[in-house]
Structures are given as structure tokens and as C-alpha cells.
């Protein structure tokens, strides 16, 4: 089935330890985001690219780190330097042909313990 | 700042009746607006959407309103159902790749 696919679903971090959470599309959408979402709270935007081996910071992009080495694959990195990461992670996709609507996956929860 | 808001957090609506939840936006040069349901726990799933040159579009028990005098859209939702229920965003593009995204409204039905 072709869709965006996050893992893990869950993830517990130690504070001080960084963590990678995957996100991979076989939908041949040229642009991947990764949005952060807080309980109650609509979408904050992280990072985005727009094509391989390019990315741009979003709003909220201090403590966070990507990479984009392959079209399908848009891997969002935790560093210690976040300060408060516990929190609802979202990655998505687009495509002109779609029109640039964005579709999402299922999310990632990351618990800081 | 450019901003997206949402009147009410949350709705509640009884089952089979017709619920409608708005959405103010700021930035008038937006050409493009879309509503996402978000279930708990899940990410969210386009709805509807509507170019800034349409006044109206409909889809299957959907119908998105765009008021460019005021700013403002809306989202109906006919003969609401439990499965429904859930939080409602919109969301309106700036350039090609950003949207700036409401708080959402939760939506509750009644049995």
C-alpha cells in the first residue's frame, strides 16, 4: 500500500541521549516535513524539504536535525539540545501532482523519562 | 503575526444533525486553504479543499465556505455521524511548501 510510514510508534528517551525518527513514502513525493504537535495544540512545522539533499528550517527548528539522502526517506534526529521533547511527532509529504496537499503519517510519540 | 484561529475549541453536536465549524485567517494573500480531521492518537487526514478564487466546494457530506471579506471559512459536516468526532484544523498555504495551521476544534457527537 503506498502511505507514509513513521516508526516507532513509541519511544522513550533518557534525557541527555539523542534519538532518529524514521519516516519513509512511497507516494514519489518530491517534499517531506516533519511537524512536532503538543497535547491540545495544533502543528508547529520543524523541518521541510523540498527535494533530495535539501532541507529548510521550520518554526520550532532549534534542537532538531534531518537529513534527506534519499527522496523516500526524511529521517528526523531528537538532540539533547531540545529542551522539552516530549511530545507528538508527525511527518508528511507532497507533491505537485497532488496539488501540494500535505498527507501525513500515523505519528511518533516521544516520552522524555 | 500571520495567524490561523479557530472560534470555538470545542463543539458538540448532536448525532444526525449538521455541524459547522469556522475558521479565521489573517494573511490575505493565501491562495489556498484545507481542513484535516485528526482522530486521537493518529495524524491528520485531509478533508476538503478550497483555492482562494471559489466561494464554495462540496464533497461527500462535506462543504467548504470561503468569506474573502472577512476572512473567514467554514467547514459543514451534514448528518453528522459518531465517527466524526474527532479534532478539526485548518490550515492555509503560504508559498508552496508552509501552512500555517489553526489550534483545531474538537468535535463531539451526541448520541
Known amino acids: 500500500d503506498g502511505g507514509i510510514t513513521q516508526s516507532p510508534k513509541y519511544l522513550f528517551r533518557k534525557e541527555g541521549q539523542n534519538v532518529t525518527l524514521s519516516c519513509e513514502q512511497n507516494?514519489?513525493?518530491?517534499?517531506m516535513y516533519w511537524y512536532r504537535q503538543d497535547p491540545g495544540q495544533g502543528l508547529r512545522l520543524i523541518y521541510y524539504?523540498?527535494?533530495?539533499?535539501?532541507?529548510q528550517k521550520g518554526d520550532i527548528a532549534e534542537g532538531y536535525s534531518v537529513s534527506r539522502e534519499k527522496k523516500e526517506s526524511f529521517p528526523l534526529t531528537v538532540t539533547s539540545a531540545q529542551k522539552n521533547p516530549t511530545a507528538f511527532y508527525l511527518c508528511?509529504?507532497?507533491?505537485?501532482?497532488?496539488?501540494?496537499?500535505?498527507?501525513f503519517g500515523e505519528g511518533s510519540w516521544l516520552t522524555v523519562v | 503575526g500571520e495567524s490561523v484561529g479557530l472560534h470555538l475549541p470545542t463543539l458538540s453536536v448532536q448525532e444526525g444533525d449538521n455541524s459547522i465549524i469556522n475558521c479565521a485567517y489573517s494573511?490575505?494573500?493565501?491562495?489556498?486553504f484545507i481542513w484535516y480531521k485528526q482522530e486521537s492518537g493518529k495524524g491528520p487526514q485531509f478533508i476538503i479543499d478550497?483555492?482562494?478564487n471559489m466561494d464554495k466546494r462540496q464533497g461527500q457530506r462535506v462543504t467548504v465556505l470561503l468569506n474573502k471579506t472577512v476572512k473567514h471559512l467554514s467547514l459543514q459536516i451534514a448528518a453528522t455521524q459518531p465517527g466524526d468526532s474527532a479534532v478539526y484544523f485548518c490550515a492555509e498555504r503560504v508559498g508552496n511548501y508552509q501552512l500555517i495551521w489553526g489550534a483545531g476544534t474538537k468535535l463531539i457527537i451526541k448520541p
Open positions: 494573511n490575505s494573500a493565501s491562495d489556498y
Open positions: 507516494l514519489n513525493h518530491d517534499a
Open positions: 524539504s523540498q527535494i533530495v539533499n535539501d532541507f
Open positions: 508528511a509529504s507532497s507533491s505537485e501532482i497532488t496539488g501540494n496537499t500535505i498527507y
Open positions: 478550497i483555492r482562494s
